[in-house]
């Protein structure tokens, strides 16, 4: 049987009922999938993910790739090839692609519903199938030569990765020492280190495609310190004719010298990368092109960063969703112990756990969580719904931009710590002791989900970020704008006076969160030295608090969208009509939403409290107190 459960009706009633995503298939760039193919094609990922791709989840864990150090090579097992090639062949993976890469254009909300099924039956088969987004990154931002690699890596099925870390500099991507120096012919030498670099080596692939960050050395006005002085390299493992695509069997001087040995998502490779070292291989230089032949390096990278962002909040929240799925099924037929009004009462029956208190709060607090994480992620890809569309009347929805931005870090940042504190402490704690052991996924999934709150930014990062990228620099229009929408909510009659006190909590909580937002802007206003009374170290107190803002903004707009998702619960209550199981369901929906609003949002006050009351007493802290 597979360790995943999907849970589908949550999916579409998100997309379709709460989202009107009708309104956006069928039409535009999305003309050839309208409401029936979408919810055709829902079904169909659907079992593949169940059966297919979910049933080598397991035995890639417990066999993963041995990497060889003669050959740089690591293969990956078997079962988990077989995995690969179901979704490889499928072609699902096109509707990512536009029509001029060969692609079957779909909106981003369906791409990211299916992307959660495949996420969370075997995560890294959406993370070795890569090749084809990278490719229409490399097709956007490239030249002539640079289109013409971006087909191949479709049409050839090649891998791509993303290679920006180096050993000493960590998330410090500005103090990145690789570089790259000119050659006659147009092509450049890469020579550096790369660490971290996600499915570098694999035996699923002819080619793999490396993107780059590297810093020009030679060239007159680029290649300074800092992240404006990095640039974008194409790399290939295997030289290969740009016209053609045909490999020329000559070897590239980049080369696969480590896969490290993790906690989890061990079929995953994740490498060390050397280019260009003579003692390296064959002493081969590492060719390449920049791409697109300018100087934009950082901003091309951020393109494949925010697109690794929602899949790491989307695997994430996927994985707390069977987590949640694995618990109940288990909670369900677990017979523990009597019922609580009957404790003292020797000869009472056996109940299941399902009818004890603190397992109810456990299962409830699993799935309101879950089901206000998907709605972030669906809600999120909603609005690059309206950038695709821009896109393609050849406009620029800059509001849709804003937002996207704004919510992303929230995905990726809120998602991931949400669903790998309660993967442990709630879903895997439901099963007791069983939840220890190999026989059940839940220690597999802690395991796997650790990682989400560290690549791709850790959620220190993605706090900084959201708090000074994508407020103060932006300042507040995307903020502002959701805001907006929140209040409209508030005071519209949603749920006919039976969500009223969950509006008030939302209210407050909404309150309390826009004061944490104006206590750290004033804070970072009084950290200017040129002001009067100014003091730099003030700046301590904003980066004390961002990861909580983070975390409180997340609550808000999850406990947003779930009570948006009551209202429309209790319209289709309303209007009858409905069998057991529909019924049942927007019962659930209904109780998820309000108790996220009874149970979390009366603790932003006190976060509230407690980012006021900050000094720098922890800062002015000597370490040898640590």
């Known amino acids: 049987?597979?360790?995943?459960?999907?849970?589908?009706?949550?999916?579409?009633?998100?997309?379709?009922?709460?989202?009107?995503?009708?309104?956006?298939?069928?039409?535009?760039?999305?003309?050839?999938?309208d409401g029936e193919t979408a919810r055709s094609i829902l079904g169909e990922v659907e079992r593949l993910a169940r059966e297919d791709l979910a049933a080598s989840y397991e035995d890639s864990d417990r066999n993963p790739p041995v990497f060889d150090p003669e050959t740089h090579t690591a293969p990956v097992p078997a079962s988990f090839k077989k995995s690969y090639e179901a979704w490889r062949d499928a072609e699902y993976w096109r509707l990512q692609l536009s029509e001029e890469l060969g692609g079957t254009p779909a909106p981003a909300s369906l791409i990211w519903a299916l992307g959660e099924m495949v996420l969370g039956a075997n995560a890294p088969i959406w993370m070795y199938g890569a090749g084809p987004a990278f490719a229409g990154i490399v097709h956007r931002n490239g030249n002539d030569r640079d289109k013409q690699i971006a087909q191949h890596i479709v049409d050839r099925q090649w891998h791509t990765t993303m290679v920006l870390t180096e050993p000493d500099a960590g998330s410090d991507v500005g103090a990145g020492r690789t570089k790259a120096t000119p050659n006659d012919d147009g092509t450049w030498n890469i020579t550096g280190v790369k660490r971290f670099i996600t499915s570098a080596e694999s035996d699923l692939t002819e080619n793999i495609i490396h993107l780059v960050l590297a810093r020009p050395a030679g060239v007159e006005g680029v290649g300074g310190p800092g992240t404006k002085g990095l640039s974008l390299f194409i790399v290939p493992k295997t030289h290969f004719d740009v016209e053609s695509g045909e490999l020329t069997g000559e070897r590239n001087g980049v080369y696969v010298t480590n896969v490290e040995h993790k906690m989890g998502i061990k079929v995953s490779n994740t490498c060390e990368v050397t280019f260009g070292d003579p003692s390296v291989g064959g002493g081969e230089p590492a060719r390449g092109w920049l791409l697109g032949e300018v100087h934009d390096g950082i901003a091309q990278m951020f393109q494949v960063i925010e697109n690794a962002r929602m899949m790491v909040g989307s695997k994430a929240i996927a994985t707390l969703s069977t987590g949640y799925l694995n618990a109940l099924e288990f909670a369900k037929t677990r017979v523990q112990g009597a019922d609580l009004t009957r404790a003292a009462d020797k000869t009472a029956p056996r109940v299941t756990i399902t009818h004890h208190p603190d397992v109810r709060r456990s299962l409830m607090v699993q799935k309101s969580f879950s089901e206000a994480m998907r709605s972030l992620v669906l809600y999120t890809a909603s609005w690059q719904d309206r950038v695709q569309l821009a896109e393609h009347r050849g406009e620029t929805d800059e509001l849709a931009m804003r937002v996207n931005d704004l919510l992303l870090p929230i995905v990726k940042g809120y998602g991931s710590e949400r669903s790998w504190t309660l993967l442990g402490t709630e879903s895997l704690q439901t099963f007791g002791g069983s939840g220890f052991l190999a026989e059940y996924p839940l220690e597999q999934y802690v395991r796997d989900a650790k990682i989400d709150t560290l690549y791709e930014g850790t959620t220190a990062i993605q706090g900084q970020d959201f708090f000074f990228r994508k407020i103060v620099k932006d300042q507040a229009v995307a903020l502002g704008h959701l805001a907006g929408e929140i209040e409209a909510f508030l005071t519209s009659e949603a749920g006919n006076g039976r969500l009223k006190n969950e509006r008030g909590l939302l209210g407050q909580a909404l309150q309390d969160a826009q004061a944490l937002v104006g206590l750290m802007i004033n804070t970072l206003m009084s950290a200017d030295e040129s002001a009067e009374g100014g003091d730099i170290r003030n700046i301590y107190k904003v980066g004390l608090n961002t990861s909580r803002l983070l975390m409180a903004l997340g609550d808000v707009v999850c406990a947003w969208l779930l009570l948006r998702g009551a209202e429309v619960a209790l319209h289709a209550l309303d209007a009858g009509g409905h069998g057991p199981k529909d019924t049942a369901f927007y019962e659930g929906k209904i109780a998820a939403a309000q108790f996220f609003a009874q149970h979390n949002l009366p603790r932003l006050s006190a976060e509230l409290a407690i980012a006021e009351a900050t000094d720098l007493s922890l800062m002015d802290l000597d370490e040898a107190a640590f």
């Open 1 to 33: 049987m597979s360790h995943y459960k999907t849970n589908m009706r949550d999916i579409e009633f998100n997309l379709f009922e709460v989202l009107g995503r009708d309104e956006v298939l069928g039409q535009g760039p999305f003309e050839a999938i």
